[in-house]
Protein backbone atom coordinates (compact mmCIF):
# COMPACT_ATOMS: atom_id res chain seq x y z
CA UNK A 1 0.00 0.00 0.00
CA UNK A 2 1.42 3.35 -0.68
CA UNK A 3 2.62 5.50 2.32
CA UNK A 4 0.36 7.84 4.42
CA UNK A 5 0.60 11.48 4.23
CA UNK A 6 0.14 13.00 7.59
CA UNK A 7 -2.00 15.97 8.58
CA UNK A 8 0.45 18.03 9.33
CA UNK A 9 2.24 17.69 6.04
CA UNK A 10 -1.34 18.00 3.66
CA UNK A 11 -2.09 21.38 6.20
CA UNK A 12 1.45 22.57 5.73
CA UNK A 13 1.37 22.14 1.54
CA UNK A 14 -2.02 23.59 1.68
CA UNK A 15 -0.84 26.62 3.97
CA UNK A 16 2.07 27.44 2.05
CA UNK A 17 -0.50 26.97 -1.39
CA UNK A 18 -2.22 29.47 0.13
CA UNK A 19 0.77 32.04 0.90
CA UNK A 20 2.04 31.87 -2.67
CA UNK A 21 -1.76 33.17 -4.10
CA UNK A 22 -1.86 35.45 -1.36
CA UNK A 23 0.99 37.09 -1.68
CA UNK A 24 3.05 36.48 -4.44
CA UNK A 25 5.79 38.69 -3.63
CA UNK A 26 7.08 36.61 -0.89
CA UNK A 27 7.84 33.89 -3.46
CA UNK A 28 8.26 30.19 -1.84
CA UNK A 29 7.99 30.68 1.93
CA UNK A 30 7.26 28.34 4.79
CA UNK A 31 4.43 28.65 6.87
CA UNK A 32 6.40 27.38 10.08
CA UNK A 33 3.30 25.16 11.25
CA UNK A 34 3.95 23.61 15.15
CA UNK A 35 1.62 21.19 17.36
CA UNK A 36 0.07 24.12 19.46
CA UNK A 37 -1.87 24.43 22.91
CA UNK A 38 -4.52 26.71 21.55
CA UNK A 39 -5.71 24.78 18.08
CA UNK A 40 -3.90 21.47 16.67
CA UNK A 41 -1.37 23.36 15.12
CA UNK A 42 -0.57 27.32 14.44
CA UNK A 43 2.01 28.77 11.86
CA UNK A 44 4.12 31.44 12.77
CA UNK A 45 5.78 32.11 9.29
CA UNK A 46 3.43 35.32 8.28
CA UNK A 47 5.91 37.52 11.16
CA UNK A 48 8.55 36.96 9.19
CA UNK A 49 7.16 37.74 5.60
CA UNK A 50 5.53 40.79 6.99
CA UNK A 51 8.80 42.21 8.41
CA UNK A 52 10.10 41.19 4.36
CA UNK A 53 6.90 42.60 2.60
CA UNK A 54 6.64 46.14 5.11
CA UNK A 55 3.16 44.76 5.53
CA UNK A 56 0.47 44.40 8.74
CA UNK A 57 0.92 41.05 9.74
CA UNK A 58 -2.60 40.66 10.79
CA UNK A 59 -3.63 41.87 7.66
CA UNK A 60 -1.19 39.33 5.97
CA UNK A 61 -2.77 36.75 7.98
CA UNK A 62 -6.29 37.38 7.01
CA UNK A 63 -5.74 37.24 3.58
CA UNK A 64 -3.97 34.12 3.47
CA UNK A 65 -6.96 32.58 5.55
CA UNK A 66 -9.22 34.04 2.40
CA UNK A 67 -7.10 32.44 -0.05
CA UNK A 68 -7.36 28.77 1.37
CA UNK A 69 -9.59 26.54 0.18
CA UNK A 70 -12.54 24.71 1.27
CA UNK A 71 -11.84 21.40 2.80
CA UNK A 72 -11.91 18.41 4.66
CA UNK A 73 -8.95 19.14 6.25
CA UNK A 74 -9.76 22.56 7.81
CA UNK A 75 -12.48 22.67 10.63
CA UNK A 76 -11.82 26.58 12.23
CA UNK A 77 -8.78 28.85 11.49
CA UNK A 78 -8.03 32.32 13.36
CA UNK A 79 -5.79 35.24 13.29
CA UNK A 80 -4.03 35.40 16.83
CA UNK A 81 -1.73 38.06 17.93
CA UNK A 82 0.58 39.57 16.05
CA UNK A 83 -0.46 37.78 12.84
CA UNK A 84 -0.29 33.73 13.78
CA UNK A 85 -2.56 31.24 12.61
CA UNK A 86 -4.54 28.89 14.87
CA UNK A 87 -5.66 25.99 13.15
CA UNK A 88 -8.14 23.49 14.30
CA UNK A 89 -8.91 19.95 11.82
CA UNK A 90 -12.08 18.04 11.55
CA UNK A 91 -12.45 15.04 13.71
CA UNK A 92 -13.11 13.09 10.03
CA UNK A 93 -9.45 14.47 8.59
CA UNK A 94 -8.21 12.89 11.71
CA UNK A 95 -10.25 9.82 11.68
CA UNK A 96 -9.67 9.14 7.74
CA UNK A 97 -5.90 9.61 8.32
CA UNK A 98 -5.53 7.14 11.15
CA UNK A 99 -8.25 4.69 9.42
CA UNK A 100 -5.55 4.48 6.33
CA UNK A 101 -2.89 4.18 8.44
CA UNK A 102 -4.09 1.21 9.97
CA UNK A 103 -5.33 -0.34 6.64
CA UNK A 104 -1.28 -0.35 6.01
CA UNK A 105 -0.40 -3.62 7.91
CA UNK A 106 2.86 -3.75 9.69
CA UNK A 107 4.25 -0.15 8.30
CA UNK A 108 1.19 2.32 9.53
CA UNK A 109 1.86 4.19 6.53
CA UNK A 110 5.62 5.09 7.01
CA UNK A 111 7.03 5.30 3.61
CA UNK A 112 9.76 2.92 3.01
CA UNK A 113 12.14 5.13 0.53
CA UNK A 114 13.32 2.92 -2.08
CA UNK A 115 15.79 5.38 -3.45
CA UNK A 116 17.81 5.59 -0.05
CA UNK A 117 21.50 4.14 -0.32
CA UNK A 118 23.71 2.16 1.57
CA UNK A 119 25.04 3.06 5.24
CA UNK A 120 27.38 0.97 7.26
CA UNK A 121 27.07 0.67 11.13
CA UNK A 122 29.99 0.14 13.02
CA UNK A 123 28.67 -0.98 16.50
CA UNK A 124 29.11 -3.64 19.73
CA UNK A 125 32.92 -3.54 19.11
CA UNK A 126 34.30 -6.31 21.78
CA UNK A 127 37.86 -7.26 22.41
CA UNK A 128 38.43 -10.85 21.53
CA UNK A 129 39.57 -12.68 25.01
CA UNK A 130 38.39 -10.19 27.17
CA UNK A 131 35.33 -9.75 28.79
CA UNK A 132 32.46 -7.58 27.76
CA UNK A 133 31.85 -5.50 30.27
CA UNK A 134 29.26 -2.28 31.02
CA UNK A 135 31.33 0.04 28.69
CA UNK A 136 29.91 -1.96 25.51
CA UNK A 137 26.26 -1.97 26.64
CA UNK A 138 25.84 1.31 24.22
CA UNK A 139 27.08 0.67 21.37
CA UNK A 140 25.85 -2.73 21.51
CA UNK A 141 22.34 -1.16 22.06
CA UNK A 142 22.21 2.29 19.99
CA UNK A 143 23.40 0.64 17.51
CA UNK A 144 21.49 -2.03 17.20
CA UNK A 145 18.19 0.46 17.46
CA UNK A 146 19.53 2.60 14.64
CA UNK A 147 20.19 -0.44 12.38
CA UNK A 148 16.35 -1.46 13.09
CA UNK A 149 15.17 2.10 11.98
CA UNK A 150 17.41 2.80 9.15
CA UNK A 151 16.49 -0.61 7.27
CA UNK A 152 12.03 0.37 8.24
CA UNK A 153 12.55 3.65 6.58
CA UNK A 154 14.09 2.08 3.60
CA UNK A 155 17.90 2.18 3.89
CA UNK A 156 19.93 -0.69 2.94
CA UNK A 157 22.11 -1.51 5.83
CA UNK A 158 25.23 -3.19 6.37
CA UNK A 159 26.53 -4.52 10.02
CA UNK A 160 29.87 -3.89 11.02
CA UNK A 161 31.01 -5.36 14.50
CA UNK A 162 34.89 -4.04 14.41
CA UNK A 163 36.17 -6.56 17.36
CA UNK A 164 39.35 -5.76 18.61
CA UNK A 165 41.05 -9.33 17.42
CA UNK A 166 44.49 -8.39 16.54
CA UNK A 167 47.60 -6.46 18.61
CA UNK A 168 50.43 -7.42 20.62
CA UNK A 169 48.73 -9.07 22.95
CA UNK A 170 47.93 -11.92 21.27
CA UNK A 171 51.35 -13.34 21.21
CA UNK A 172 51.79 -13.37 24.69
CA UNK A 173 48.36 -15.60 24.36
CA UNK A 174 49.28 -18.09 21.31
CA UNK A 175 52.57 -18.47 22.67
CA UNK A 176 51.40 -19.23 26.16
CA UNK A 177 49.06 -21.98 24.27
CA UNK A 178 51.67 -23.42 22.43
CA UNK A 179 52.99 -24.39 24.99
CA UNK A 180 49.76 -25.04 27.24
CA UNK A 181 47.87 -26.87 24.53
CA UNK A 182 44.87 -28.00 26.55
CA UNK A 183 44.30 -24.27 28.33
CA UNK A 184 41.00 -23.61 25.68
CA UNK A 185 39.66 -27.16 26.27
CA UNK A 186 36.00 -27.48 27.85
CA UNK A 187 35.15 -29.70 30.61
CA UNK A 188 33.01 -32.26 28.90
CA UNK A 189 32.49 -30.56 25.64
CA UNK A 190 30.80 -27.39 26.58
CA UNK A 191 30.48 -25.02 24.17
CA UNK A 192 28.22 -22.43 26.04
CA UNK A 193 29.65 -18.87 26.24
CA UNK A 194 30.10 -19.20 30.36
CA UNK A 195 32.70 -21.74 29.63
CA UNK A 196 33.85 -20.36 26.72
CA UNK A 197 34.60 -17.35 29.10
CA UNK A 198 35.67 -18.72 31.85
CA UNK A 199 38.62 -20.35 29.77
CA UNK A 200 39.78 -17.36 28.06
CA UNK A 201 39.81 -15.48 31.44
CA UNK A 202 42.23 -18.51 33.11
CA UNK A 203 44.35 -18.52 30.28
CA UNK A 204 44.95 -14.28 29.94
CA UNK A 205 45.69 -14.44 33.86
CA UNK A 206 48.14 -17.12 33.55
CA UNK A 207 49.84 -15.99 30.55
CA UNK A 208 50.11 -12.54 31.61
CA UNK A 209 51.95 -13.53 34.96
CA UNK A 210 54.35 -15.32 33.23
CA UNK A 211 54.62 -12.70 30.68
CA UNK A 212 55.81 -10.35 33.78
CA UNK A 213 57.64 -12.26 35.29
CA UNK A 214 59.61 -14.51 32.86
CA UNK A 215 62.00 -13.02 30.36
CA UNK A 216 62.49 -15.83 28.00
CA UNK A 217 58.89 -16.42 28.02
CA UNK A 218 58.21 -12.35 27.35
CA UNK A 219 60.96 -12.76 24.54
CA UNK A 220 59.70 -15.65 22.65
CA UNK A 221 56.07 -14.09 23.35
CA UNK A 222 57.77 -10.91 21.38
CA UNK A 223 58.82 -13.39 18.69
CA UNK A 224 55.23 -14.70 18.02
CA UNK A 225 53.61 -11.45 17.04
CA UNK A 226 56.29 -11.21 14.52
CA UNK A 227 55.12 -14.73 13.26
CA UNK A 228 51.84 -13.29 13.71
CA UNK A 229 52.14 -10.61 11.47
CA UNK A 230 53.97 -12.50 8.70
CA UNK A 231 51.09 -15.21 8.38
CA UNK A 232 52.81 -17.54 9.83
CA UNK A 233 50.11 -20.82 9.64
CA UNK A 234 50.85 -22.72 13.30
CA UNK A 235 50.17 -19.09 14.59
CA UNK A 236 47.25 -17.62 12.75
CA UNK A 237 45.33 -21.42 13.43
CA UNK A 238 45.77 -20.11 17.41
CA UNK A 239 44.92 -16.89 16.80
CA UNK A 240 41.61 -18.57 15.69
CA UNK A 241 40.82 -20.81 18.21
CA UNK A 242 40.90 -17.07 20.27
CA UNK A 243 38.69 -15.69 17.72
CA UNK A 244 36.23 -18.72 17.52
CA UNK A 245 36.19 -19.37 21.28
CA UNK A 246 35.43 -15.53 21.88
CA UNK A 247 32.68 -15.63 19.14
CA UNK A 248 31.30 -18.22 21.00
CA UNK A 249 31.35 -16.26 24.11
CA UNK A 250 30.29 -12.83 22.08
CA UNK A 251 27.12 -14.84 20.76
CA UNK A 252 25.93 -16.01 24.34
CA UNK A 253 25.40 -12.37 25.66
CA UNK A 254 24.49 -10.86 22.23
CA UNK A 255 21.51 -13.17 22.95
CA UNK A 256 20.83 -12.14 26.30
CA UNK A 257 20.12 -8.71 25.03
CA UNK A 258 18.52 -10.13 22.91
CA UNK A 259 20.32 -8.94 19.38
CA UNK A 260 20.77 -11.05 16.38
CA UNK A 261 25.11 -11.20 15.52
CA UNK A 262 26.11 -12.93 12.95
CA UNK A 263 29.22 -14.30 11.44
CA UNK A 264 29.72 -12.13 8.03
CA UNK A 265 28.98 -9.24 10.34
CA UNK A 266 31.85 -9.91 12.08
CA UNK A 267 34.80 -8.15 10.58
CA UNK A 268 37.24 -7.01 12.92
CA UNK A 269 40.42 -5.58 13.16
CA UNK A 270 42.37 -8.33 11.24
CA UNK A 271 39.94 -7.96 8.30
CA UNK A 272 41.95 -4.82 7.02
CA UNK A 273 45.45 -6.14 7.40
CA UNK A 274 46.11 -6.93 3.95
CA UNK A 275 45.12 -3.26 3.07
CA UNK A 276 47.19 -1.90 5.18
CA UNK A 277 50.31 -0.83 3.74
CA UNK A 278 48.36 0.26 0.02
CA UNK A 279 46.43 2.80 2.18
CA UNK A 280 50.10 4.30 4.18
CA UNK A 281 51.23 4.23 0.39
CA UNK A 282 48.21 6.34 -1.12
CA UNK A 283 48.02 9.27 2.00
CA UNK A 284 51.91 9.32 1.35
CA UNK A 285 52.16 9.45 -2.50
CA UNK A 286 48.95 12.20 -2.39
CA UNK A 287 50.84 13.95 -0.11
CA UNK A 288 47.68 13.51 3.02
CA UNK A 289 50.15 12.21 5.49
CA UNK A 290 54.20 13.41 5.82
CA UNK A 291 56.85 12.07 7.85
CA UNK A 292 57.73 13.19 10.64
CA UNK A 293 60.11 11.72 12.63
CA UNK A 294 60.38 8.81 11.53
CA UNK A 295 56.57 8.38 11.74
CA UNK A 296 53.85 8.52 9.17
CA UNK A 297 51.38 11.15 10.27
CA UNK A 298 48.41 13.80 9.18
CA UNK A 299 48.46 17.16 10.65
CA UNK A 300 45.37 20.10 11.49
CA UNK A 301 45.92 23.50 12.24
CA UNK A 302 42.82 23.14 14.70
CA UNK A 303 44.33 19.63 16.57
CA UNK A 304 47.02 21.20 18.75
CA UNK A 305 48.86 19.91 22.02
CA UNK A 306 49.30 21.97 25.70
CA UNK A 307 52.33 23.11 24.20
CA UNK A 308 50.51 24.97 20.97
CA UNK A 309 52.14 22.23 18.76
CA UNK A 310 49.65 20.41 16.36
CA UNK A 311 49.16 17.02 17.27
CA UNK A 312 49.23 14.21 14.22
CA UNK A 313 47.19 11.25 13.64
CA UNK A 314 49.72 8.91 13.70
CA UNK A 315 48.94 6.31 10.61
CA UNK A 316 52.22 4.67 10.69
CA UNK A 317 54.79 4.06 13.50
CA UNK A 318 58.53 5.27 13.80
CA UNK A 319 58.95 1.19 14.50
CA UNK A 320 57.20 0.73 11.14
CA UNK A 321 54.14 -0.74 12.97
CA UNK A 322 50.45 0.11 11.86
CA UNK A 323 48.73 2.51 14.41
CA UNK A 324 44.26 2.34 14.32
CA UNK A 325 44.81 5.10 12.40
CA UNK A 326 45.60 3.06 9.32
CA UNK A 327 42.92 0.36 10.39
CA UNK A 328 40.02 2.69 10.84
CA UNK A 329 41.03 4.30 6.95
CA UNK A 330 41.51 1.26 5.52
CA UNK A 331 37.99 0.05 6.81
CA UNK A 332 36.59 3.28 5.60
CA UNK A 333 38.16 2.69 1.88
CA UNK A 334 36.82 -0.82 1.73
CA UNK A 335 33.24 0.55 2.84
CA UNK A 336 33.15 2.75 0.70
CA UNK A 337 34.83 1.35 -2.04
CA UNK A 338 33.78 -2.44 -1.86
CA UNK A 339 30.47 -2.32 -0.07
CA UNK A 340 29.34 0.60 -2.10
CA UNK A 341 27.76 2.95 0.91
CA UNK A 342 26.55 6.10 0.78
CA UNK A 343 27.01 6.65 4.82
CA UNK A 344 28.92 5.48 7.77
CA UNK A 345 27.90 5.54 11.03
CA UNK A 346 30.43 4.92 14.08
CA UNK A 347 28.16 4.27 17.09
CA UNK A 348 31.60 5.07 19.07
CA UNK A 349 32.33 6.58 22.92
CA UNK A 350 32.59 10.03 22.65
CA UNK A 351 36.17 10.03 24.32
CA UNK A 352 37.12 8.77 20.74
CA UNK A 353 35.50 11.50 19.55
CA UNK A 354 39.20 13.27 18.44
CA UNK A 355 39.92 10.35 17.06
CA UNK A 356 37.20 9.91 14.49
CA UNK A 357 37.30 13.46 13.76
CA UNK A 358 41.43 13.32 12.49
CA UNK A 359 40.34 10.27 10.28
CA UNK A 360 37.34 11.40 8.68
CA UNK A 361 39.05 14.80 7.76
CA UNK A 362 42.04 12.22 6.37
CA UNK A 363 39.60 10.04 4.48
CA UNK A 364 38.24 13.59 2.69
CA UNK A 365 41.18 14.70 2.02
CA UNK A 366 42.35 11.35 0.37
CA UNK A 367 38.98 12.21 -1.79
CA UNK A 368 37.18 8.75 -0.18
CA UNK A 369 34.69 10.72 1.80
CA UNK A 370 33.12 13.28 -0.20
CA UNK A 371 29.59 15.20 -0.55
CA UNK A 372 28.13 12.01 -2.20
CA UNK A 373 29.62 9.73 0.83
CA UNK A 374 29.99 11.16 4.47
CA UNK A 375 30.86 9.83 8.19
CA UNK A 376 29.16 10.89 11.31
CA UNK A 377 29.97 9.37 14.29
CA UNK A 378 27.35 8.35 16.97
CA UNK A 379 29.08 9.46 20.05
CA UNK A 380 27.84 8.51 23.39
CA UNK A 381 28.50 8.98 26.99
CA UNK A 382 29.45 7.20 29.96
CA UNK A 383 26.82 4.61 32.03
CA UNK A 384 27.13 5.84 35.61
CA UNK A 385 26.27 4.46 38.99
CA UNK A 386 23.69 6.33 41.15
CA UNK A 387 26.49 7.88 42.82
CA UNK A 388 27.04 10.04 39.24
CA UNK A 389 30.37 7.87 38.98
CA UNK A 390 31.61 5.57 36.67
CA UNK A 391 29.57 2.60 37.03
CA UNK A 392 31.72 -0.29 38.98
CA UNK A 393 31.42 -2.94 41.33
CA UNK A 394 32.20 -2.27 45.03
CA UNK A 395 36.01 -3.55 44.57
CA UNK A 396 36.05 -0.89 41.81
CA UNK A 397 35.89 -3.28 39.03
CA UNK A 398 34.23 -2.98 35.84
CA UNK A 399 30.94 -4.18 35.95
CA UNK A 400 30.28 -7.39 33.53
CA UNK A 401 27.64 -7.20 30.96
CA UNK A 402 26.16 -10.25 32.02
CA UNK A 403 26.20 -9.53 36.01
CA UNK A 404 24.51 -6.53 35.05
CA UNK A 405 21.54 -8.13 32.45
CA UNK A 406 21.43 -11.09 35.05
CA UNK A 407 20.17 -8.25 37.67
CA UNK A 408 17.78 -6.49 35.14
CA UNK A 409 15.94 -9.35 34.56
CA UNK A 410 16.37 -11.08 38.23
CA UNK A 411 14.38 -7.36 39.36
CA UNK A 412 12.18 -7.54 36.71
CA UNK A 413 10.78 -10.82 37.11
CA UNK A 414 10.47 -9.93 40.54
CA UNK A 415 7.62 -6.91 39.57
CA UNK A 416 5.95 -9.42 36.80
CA UNK A 417 5.46 -12.39 39.57
CA UNK A 418 4.32 -9.50 41.72
CA UNK A 419 1.42 -9.05 39.28
CA UNK A 420 1.27 -12.30 37.43
CA UNK A 421 -1.83 -13.49 39.54
CA UNK A 422 -3.94 -10.78 38.64
CA UNK A 423 -3.82 -11.78 34.61
CA UNK A 424 -3.06 -15.58 35.34
CA UNK A 425 0.43 -16.05 33.85
CA UNK A 426 1.91 -19.60 33.51
CA UNK A 427 5.35 -19.61 35.17
CA UNK A 428 7.23 -20.02 31.70
CA UNK A 429 5.14 -16.86 30.98
CA UNK A 430 6.49 -15.14 33.82
CA UNK A 431 10.33 -16.06 33.09
CA UNK A 432 9.70 -15.07 29.28
CA UNK A 433 8.07 -11.79 30.14
CA UNK A 434 10.44 -11.50 33.18
CA UNK A 435 13.66 -11.62 30.51
CA UNK A 436 11.81 -9.04 28.51
CA UNK A 437 10.59 -6.45 30.88
CA UNK A 438 14.57 -6.46 32.40
CA UNK A 439 16.43 -6.30 28.82
CA UNK A 440 13.64 -3.86 27.27
CA UNK A 441 14.21 -1.34 30.84
CA UNK A 442 18.22 -1.60 30.43
CA UNK A 443 17.49 -0.93 26.48
CA UNK A 444 15.21 1.81 26.89
CA UNK A 445 16.76 3.84 29.96
CA UNK A 446 20.32 4.11 27.50
CA UNK A 447 17.91 4.53 24.53
CA UNK A 448 15.69 7.42 26.26
CA UNK A 449 18.36 9.51 26.84
CA UNK A 450 20.28 11.84 24.41
CA UNK A 451 23.35 9.23 23.31
CA UNK A 452 25.95 12.21 23.93
CA UNK A 453 24.71 12.66 27.46
CA UNK A 454 26.33 10.30 30.44
CA UNK A 455 23.35 8.43 31.92
CA UNK A 456 22.82 7.07 35.52
CA UNK A 457 22.07 3.05 36.19
CA UNK A 458 19.26 2.65 38.35
CA UNK A 459 18.00 -0.27 38.43
CA UNK A 460 15.01 0.18 40.68
CA UNK A 461 13.89 3.39 38.08
CA UNK A 462 14.50 1.18 35.39
CA UNK A 463 11.91 -1.25 36.83
CA UNK A 464 9.36 0.77 37.80
CA UNK A 465 5.67 1.20 36.82
CA UNK A 466 5.77 4.23 36.39
CA UNK A 467 7.58 7.65 34.85
CA UNK A 468 9.50 7.40 31.58
CA UNK A 469 10.33 3.70 31.52
CA UNK A 470 9.99 0.58 28.89
CA UNK A 471 7.97 -0.78 31.73
CA UNK A 472 5.37 1.30 31.71
CA UNK A 473 5.02 1.32 27.61
CA UNK A 474 5.36 -2.73 27.69
CA UNK A 475 2.30 -2.06 30.46
CA UNK A 476 0.29 0.01 27.91
CA UNK A 477 0.61 -2.08 25.46
CA UNK A 478 -0.76 -5.13 27.44
CA UNK A 479 -3.84 -3.53 28.82
CA UNK A 480 -4.49 -2.40 25.39
CA UNK A 481 -4.45 -6.28 24.91
CA UNK A 482 -6.63 -6.75 27.59
CA UNK A 483 -9.29 -4.45 26.60
CA UNK A 484 -9.13 -6.33 23.06
CA UNK A 485 -9.73 -9.54 24.14
CA UNK A 486 -12.84 -8.69 26.64
CA UNK A 487 -14.59 -6.43 23.15
CA UNK A 488 -16.04 -9.65 22.66
CA UNK A 489 -18.09 -9.41 19.20
CA UNK A 490 -16.83 -5.77 18.94
CA UNK A 491 -14.09 -5.29 16.38
CA UNK A 492 -12.10 -2.07 16.38
CA UNK A 493 -13.41 0.31 13.14
CA UNK A 494 -13.26 3.41 12.54
CA UNK A 495 -16.28 5.73 12.00
CA UNK A 496 -14.98 9.21 10.64
CA UNK A 497 -18.51 10.46 10.82
CA UNK A 498 -18.11 10.63 14.78
CA UNK A 499 -17.19 13.85 16.85
CA UNK A 500 -14.42 13.45 19.06
CA UNK A 501 -13.51 13.77 22.39
CA UNK A 502 -10.48 16.22 23.62
CA UNK A 503 -8.44 13.17 24.32
CA UNK A 504 -9.63 11.35 21.82
CA UNK A 505 -8.28 14.06 19.13
CA UNK A 506 -4.81 14.26 20.95
CA UNK A 507 -4.06 10.42 21.13
CA UNK A 508 -5.38 10.60 17.04
CA UNK A 509 -3.11 13.53 16.08
CA UNK A 510 -0.25 12.25 18.20
CA UNK A 511 -0.56 8.44 16.61
CA UNK A 512 -0.36 10.39 12.95
CA UNK A 513 3.20 12.03 13.46
CA UNK A 514 4.65 8.41 13.95
CA UNK A 515 5.91 8.56 10.16
CA UNK A 516 7.32 11.92 10.63
CA UNK A 517 9.24 11.01 14.20
CA UNK A 518 10.75 8.23 12.31
CA UNK A 519 11.99 10.28 9.54
CA UNK A 520 13.68 12.65 11.80
CA UNK A 521 15.04 9.90 14.21
CA UNK A 522 16.98 8.18 10.83
CA UNK A 523 18.40 11.64 9.23
CA UNK A 524 19.26 12.69 12.27
CA UNK A 525 20.69 9.45 14.35
CA UNK A 526 18.41 10.28 17.60
CA UNK A 527 16.95 7.17 18.93
CA UNK A 528 15.97 8.82 21.99
CA UNK A 529 13.30 11.15 19.92
CA UNK A 530 11.63 7.83 19.08
CA UNK A 531 11.57 6.83 22.70
CA UNK A 532 10.57 10.18 23.99
CA UNK A 533 7.62 9.88 21.37
CA UNK A 534 6.67 6.54 22.74
CA UNK A 535 6.26 7.71 26.13
CA UNK A 536 4.38 10.46 25.07
CA UNK A 537 2.08 8.58 23.24
CA UNK A 538 1.38 5.40 26.09
CA UNK A 539 0.87 8.96 28.26
CA UNK A 540 -1.81 10.45 25.96
CA UNK A 541 -3.25 6.60 25.70
CA UNK A 542 -3.13 6.76 29.94
CA UNK A 543 -5.70 9.46 29.34
CA UNK A 544 -8.00 8.72 27.11
CA UNK A 545 -8.53 5.91 28.75
CA UNK A 546 -9.27 7.26 31.84
CA UNK A 547 -11.47 9.85 30.17
CA UNK A 548 -13.17 7.53 27.43
CA UNK A 549 -14.63 4.28 28.75
CA UNK A 550 -13.92 2.26 25.67
CA UNK A 551 -16.56 -0.71 26.97
CA UNK A 552 -18.79 0.99 28.55
CA UNK A 553 -22.47 -0.37 27.81
CA UNK A 554 -23.76 3.26 27.61
CA UNK A 555 -21.72 3.47 24.59
CA UNK A 556 -23.50 3.26 21.13
CA UNK A 557 -21.76 0.69 19.31
CA UNK A 558 -20.09 2.66 16.58
CA UNK A 559 -18.56 4.60 19.82
CA UNK A 560 -17.45 1.05 21.00
CA UNK A 561 -16.10 0.43 17.46
CA UNK A 562 -14.08 3.75 17.18
CA UNK A 563 -12.47 3.73 20.93
CA UNK A 564 -11.21 -0.14 20.20
CA UNK A 565 -10.03 1.42 16.63
CA UNK A 566 -7.86 4.34 19.06
CA UNK A 567 -6.91 1.39 21.10
CA UNK A 568 -5.85 -1.07 18.08
CA UNK A 569 -3.81 1.05 16.73
CA UNK A 570 -1.83 2.57 19.67
CA UNK A 571 -1.02 -0.40 20.67
CA UNK A 572 0.01 -1.34 16.45
CA UNK A 573 1.80 1.97 17.23
CA UNK A 574 3.89 0.79 20.08
CA UNK A 575 4.45 -2.64 19.34
CA UNK A 576 6.18 -1.48 16.29
CA UNK A 577 7.90 1.67 17.44
CA UNK A 578 9.23 -0.57 20.23
CA UNK A 579 10.50 -3.08 18.58
CA UNK A 580 12.62 -0.70 16.02
CA UNK A 581 14.47 0.13 19.46
CA UNK A 582 14.75 -3.66 20.04
CA UNK A 583 12.25 -3.85 22.95
CA UNK A 584 9.60 -6.71 23.04
CA UNK A 585 6.42 -5.95 24.18
CA UNK A 586 4.40 -9.43 25.99
CA UNK A 587 0.67 -9.91 24.98
CA UNK A 588 0.37 -10.27 29.05
CA UNK A 589 1.81 -8.68 31.74
Known amino acids: ????????????????????????????????????DRADFQANGILALAKKLKGNPRELAAKVTDALPASDLIKDIEVSGPGFLNVTLTDRAITETLAARAADGDRLGVPANGAAGTTVVDYAQPNVAKEMHVGHLRSAVIGDAMVRILEFTGESVVRRHHIGDWGT??????QYLVEHPHELDHEGGQED????MSSLNRLYKASRALFDSDEEFKARSRDRVVALQAGDAETLAMWQRFVDESK?????????????????????????NDMLEETCRILEETGVAVRSEGALCVFFDDVLGPDGNKVPLIVKKTNGGYGYAATDLSAIRDRVQNLKADALLYVVDVRQSLHFKMVFETARRAGWL????????????????????????????TVRLEDLLDEAVERATAVVREKAGKVGLSEQEIVENGRYVGVGAVKYADLSTSAVRDYKFDLDQMVSLSGDTSVYLQYAYARIQSILRKAGDAKPVAHPELELAPAERALGLHLDQFGEVLAEVAAQYEPHKLAAYLYQLASLYTTFYDQCHVLSEENPAEVVENRLFLCDLTARTLHRGMALLGIRTPERL
Do not use: C, W
Not at 372 to 394: I, N, S, W
Open 169 to 174: QFGMLI
Open 370 to 397: NDDVKAHQLAFGTVLGKDGKPFKTREGV
Open 1 to 36: MASVTSLASTLQQQLADALTAALPDAGTADPLLRRS
Open 193 to 196: GEAA
Open 248 to 272: IYFYSVFDKLDMEISDPDIVGESGY
